[in-house]
């Protein structure tokens, strides 16, 4: 079968498979449920319910989150139990000794790994550049031991890898290396599922070079929007101009659309608080625009597939 027809192909089973029966065969994008494939809470958060309360008035089914900075693992499980199934618990993978290649970072993940509550791991950092005073510049190899434990971790488990690379904010050398490297490990497991956060800070012609290089290779659209990109000064790539998306992502996403995912990655309350809705709207209007396959695909169906989740009915 060529790429062509198999790219037919699986729209054609995407359109058929992920639309749900309540929906009569004609979503509209007011319809559509999202999935928030990663997100992560703090405890300046004091209450939880806030995240549930946002996902309700959003249309977002289920997010999968992670404990950040002041918040335990332990709450996240105890959380998803009590959620009725709209929250999933990540791995928590951040911390002062996964940073500094200390030791306990390796017991961290095992104890998390091993009382079977965390059905996902969160993304594991590579290169994150300093925000401010809320978080620090964070710098590891691909190859570095604290990253090949948590993938032998995530493919024992089956879950996906988010791996965070902002190569924007790297300067020539070390974008060329992190970018060579990470290439090698997604080579080195053409079976596993790789996830790319923030679009890696990429443009559109790069994202389109590594889909067609690595069939292992997704994309998480996290801080990708105009609600997050206009206030903030890192080199977040918008997807947008103006309200809609732009043409080139447009294509991008309906040429692949097994590769792209929805996700948020809110952290702090302000996320959760102020620009959670903002957020979701933009991404309502971008499904508006999408062939009803590839929405759904993109709302839900690639995180449903990826992390094996029930679809809603």
């Known amino acids: 079968m060529s790429k062509g027809s198999a790219s037919k192909a699986w729209l054609l089973a995407v359109g058929c498979l992920l639309l749900p029966p309540a929906f009569g065969g004609s979503a509209t994008a007011s319809e559509i449920y999202f999935i928030d494939a990663h997100s992560q809470v703090d ?38 139990a009590k959620s009725g199934g709209r929250i999933v618990p990540a791995v928590r993978t951040k911390s002062e000794a996964y940073n500094r290649g200390n030791r306990r970072y390796f017991n961290q993940v095992s104890q998390q790994v091993a009382s079977g509550k965390f059905t996902a791991m969160a993304e594991i950092l590579l290169y994150h550049a300093r925000k401010g005073n809320k978080a620090p510049e964070v710098l590891v190899e691909p190859a570095d031991e604290r990253v090949k434990f948590a993938l032998d971790r995530a493919i024992e488990q089956g879950w996906p890898f988010v791996i965070h690379i902002e190569f924007e904010s790297l300067d020539r050398s070390g974008r060329q290396r992190f ?44 801080h990708a929007n105009p609600a997050i990109t206009r206030l903030s000064r890192e080199p977040w790539r918008n997807m947008f101009d103006g309200d809609r998306l732009a043409p080139e992502w447009k294509e991008l996403m309906a040429r692949h659309p097994d590769r792209f995912i929805f996700a948020l990655d809110n952290v702090w309350v302000t996320h959760w608080r102020e620009l959670y ?30 992390w094996k989740l029930p679809a809603e009915r």
């Open 43 to 80: 405890s300046e958060v004091t209450d939880l319910g806030l995240i549930l309360e946002r996902m309700k008035e959003a249309g977002v089914s289920r997010t999968i989150l992670a404990a950040r900075a002041g918040r335990r693992p332990e709450e996240i499980a105890d959380f998803a």
């Open 277 to 306: 809705l903002d957020q979701v709207a933009y991404w309502r209007k971008a499904v508006a625009e999408l062939p009803p396959a590839v929405a759904l695909a993109f709302a839900h169906g690639n995180a449903e597939r990826l």
């Open 179 to 222: 970018m060579t490297e990470m290439e090698k490990l997604l080579a080195a497991h053409p079976a596993h599922p790789f996830l790319l956060n923030h679009l890696g800070q990429l443009d559109a012609a790069e994202v389109s070079r590594l889909i067609g290089a690595h069939g292992n290779i997704y994309f998480l659209t996290a």
